[in-house]
């Protein structure tokens, strides 16, 4: 079932207003880079840091965006979302800002640090089974109950918008670039991306990395249709999405992206890289896509690579535990 709710395709025109909206309130977050990684690796590289975004990742663009431009009407009645956590604090967060009532769908097993930052940000969070139950079916019986607008985490245009920001910030700081590797989910912050990347550096090819756990948008692009999945087992909680958002499908069916794959194991060693090198504290997630740089290092030598972390959001122990294992 779809979730978007128009089917207006957002353009790189929408990612430069959304820039404008966003002026003041997101945080225009560092580039950062590490000589030792650029040895390792054989490239430039150089990260997008939305760990350091508010609500700790850059669900937050996407979220004031599209909240910024509700009407009075569903300004008053409130928002409803479902997140596995970042697009959750983003909402709740951005809502708060705008004095706009926010309730949250959230699974039952969401990094408990997630949950209670949503509702210190003021959201009311409602709790399901993300391997039984449907979140979609949740938030639109709660939209339809109680009178709320139901935004997606991915599949809508201001949220791809918001999203695609940061890579247009990227461009604008380091200039054109050779490659640009993007954590994948539902694909809203890869399709925005895109819309950046074809704008600002036409040669620069974009990949996509997504859990190896659940390469449903890998699938989805090769097949020229949306692939759904079982509920993905993997690390990365901001990743593990059924199936890919119908407007992120059709901006990147036509000139479809490369898309890669990372283990566990992968994101963990990844995860090390960000702590010991660039002193960041990056979730399984938002390590996707240095994953997916070491993946394929050998044709990327020489290259000037950029990387988008895409959040921060993980349990202090957990976060411990993880960077302990051998």
Same mark, same amino acid.
């Given at each position: 079932?779809?979730?978007?709710?128009t089917?207006?395709?957002?353009?790189?025109?929408?990612v430069?207003?959304?820039?404008?909206?966003?002026?003041?309130?997101?945080?225009?977050?560092?580039?950062?880079?590490?000589?030792?990684?650029?040895e390792?690796?054989g490239?430039?590289?150089?990260?997008?840091c939305?760990?350091?975004?508010r609500?700790?990742?850059?669900?937050?663009?996407?979220?004031?965006?599209?909240?910024s431009?509700?009407?009075?009407?569903?300004?008053?009645?409130?928002v409803?979302?479902?997140?596995?956590?970042?697009?959750?604090q983003?909402?709740?967060?951005?809502?708060?800002?705008?004095g706009?009532p926010?309730?949250?769908?959230?699974?039952y097993?969401a990094?408990?640090?997630?949950?209670?930052?949503?509702k210190?940000?003021?959201?009311?969070?409602?709790?399901?089974?993300?391997?039984?139950?449907?979140?979609?079916?949740?938030?639109?019986e709660?939209?339809?109950?109680?009178?709320l607008?139901?935004?997606?985490?991915?599949d809508?245009?201001?949220?791809?918008?918001?999203?695609g920001?940061?890579?247009?910030?990227?461009?604008?700081?380091?200039? @054109?670039?050779?490659? +640009?590797? /993007?954590?994948?989910? =539902?694909?809203?912050?890869l399709? $925005?991306?895109?819309?950046? %990347?074809?704008a600002l550096?036409?040669?620069?090819r974009?990949?996509?990395?997504?859990p190896?756990?659940?390469?449903?948008?890998?699938?989805?692009?090769?097949?020229?249709?949306?692939?759904?999945?079982?509920?993905?087992?993997?690390?990365?909680d901001?990743?593990?999405?059924?199936?890919?958002?119908e407007?992120?499908?059709?901006?990147?069916?036509?000139?479809?992206?490369?898309?890669?794959?990372?283990?566990?194991?992968?994101?963990v060693?990844?995860m090390?890289?960000?702590? @010991?090198?660039?002193? +960041?504290? /990056?979730?399984?997630? =938002?390590?996707?896509?240095?994953? $997916?740089?070491?993946?394929? %290092?050998?044709?990327?030598?020489?290259r000037?690579?950029?990387v988008?972390?895409s959040g921060?959001?993980?349990d202090?122990p957990?976060?411990?535990d993880?960077?302990?294992?051998r």
């Open positions: 079932m779809s979730t978007h709710l089917d207006d395709l957002p353009t790189y025109e929408d430069v207003a959304a820039s404008h909206r966003l002026a003041g309130h997101a945080h225009r977050t560092p580039v950062l880079s590490s000589r030792l990684v650029d390792q690796l490239a430039r590289v150089v990260f997008k939305e760990n350091l975004q609500a700790g990742a850059f669900k937050f663009r996407g979220a004031f965006h599209a909240l431009r509700f009407t009075p009407e569903q300004r008053r009645a409130g409803v979302a479902f997140s596995s956590g970042n697009h959750a983003a909402v709740s967060l951005a809502a708060s800002l705008l706009i926010a309730t949250i769908v959230m699974p097993d990094p408990a640090a997630k949950v209670a930052a949503t210190a940000y003021g959201g009311e969070v409602v709790g399901y089974d993300r391997y039984t139950e449907d979140r979609l079916a949740i938030g639109q709660l939209a339809r109950s109680r009178g607008t139901l935004l997606p985490p991915y809508h245009p201001d949220i791809i918008a918001g999203q920001t940061a890579a247009k910030e990227l461009f604008e700081e380091v200039g @054109t670039l050779d490659a +640009l590797f /993007v954590p994948v989910g =539902g694909a809203g912050l399709s $925005g991306s895109t819309l950046a %990347a074809r550096s036409p040669g620069c974009v990949h996509g990395v997504e190896a756990a659940g390469d449903d948008v890998r699938r989805s692009l090769q097949e020229g249709r949306i692939v759904r999945i079982d509920t993905p087992e993997t690390l990365a901001g990743a593990q999405t059924q199936f890919m958002g407007l992120p499908f059709r901006i990147l069916a036509p000139e479809p992206p490369e898309i890669l794959t990372a283990t566990d194991a992968e994101l060693a990844e090390r890289t960000f702590a @010991t090198y660039l002193k +960041l504290v /990056v979730e399984p997630t =938002g390590c996707l896509g240095l994953a $997916g740089v070491r993946g394929i %290092a050998d044709r990327l030598r020489g000037r690579i950029g988008i972390v921060g959001n993980i202090l957990r976060y411990a993880l960077l302990g294992q």
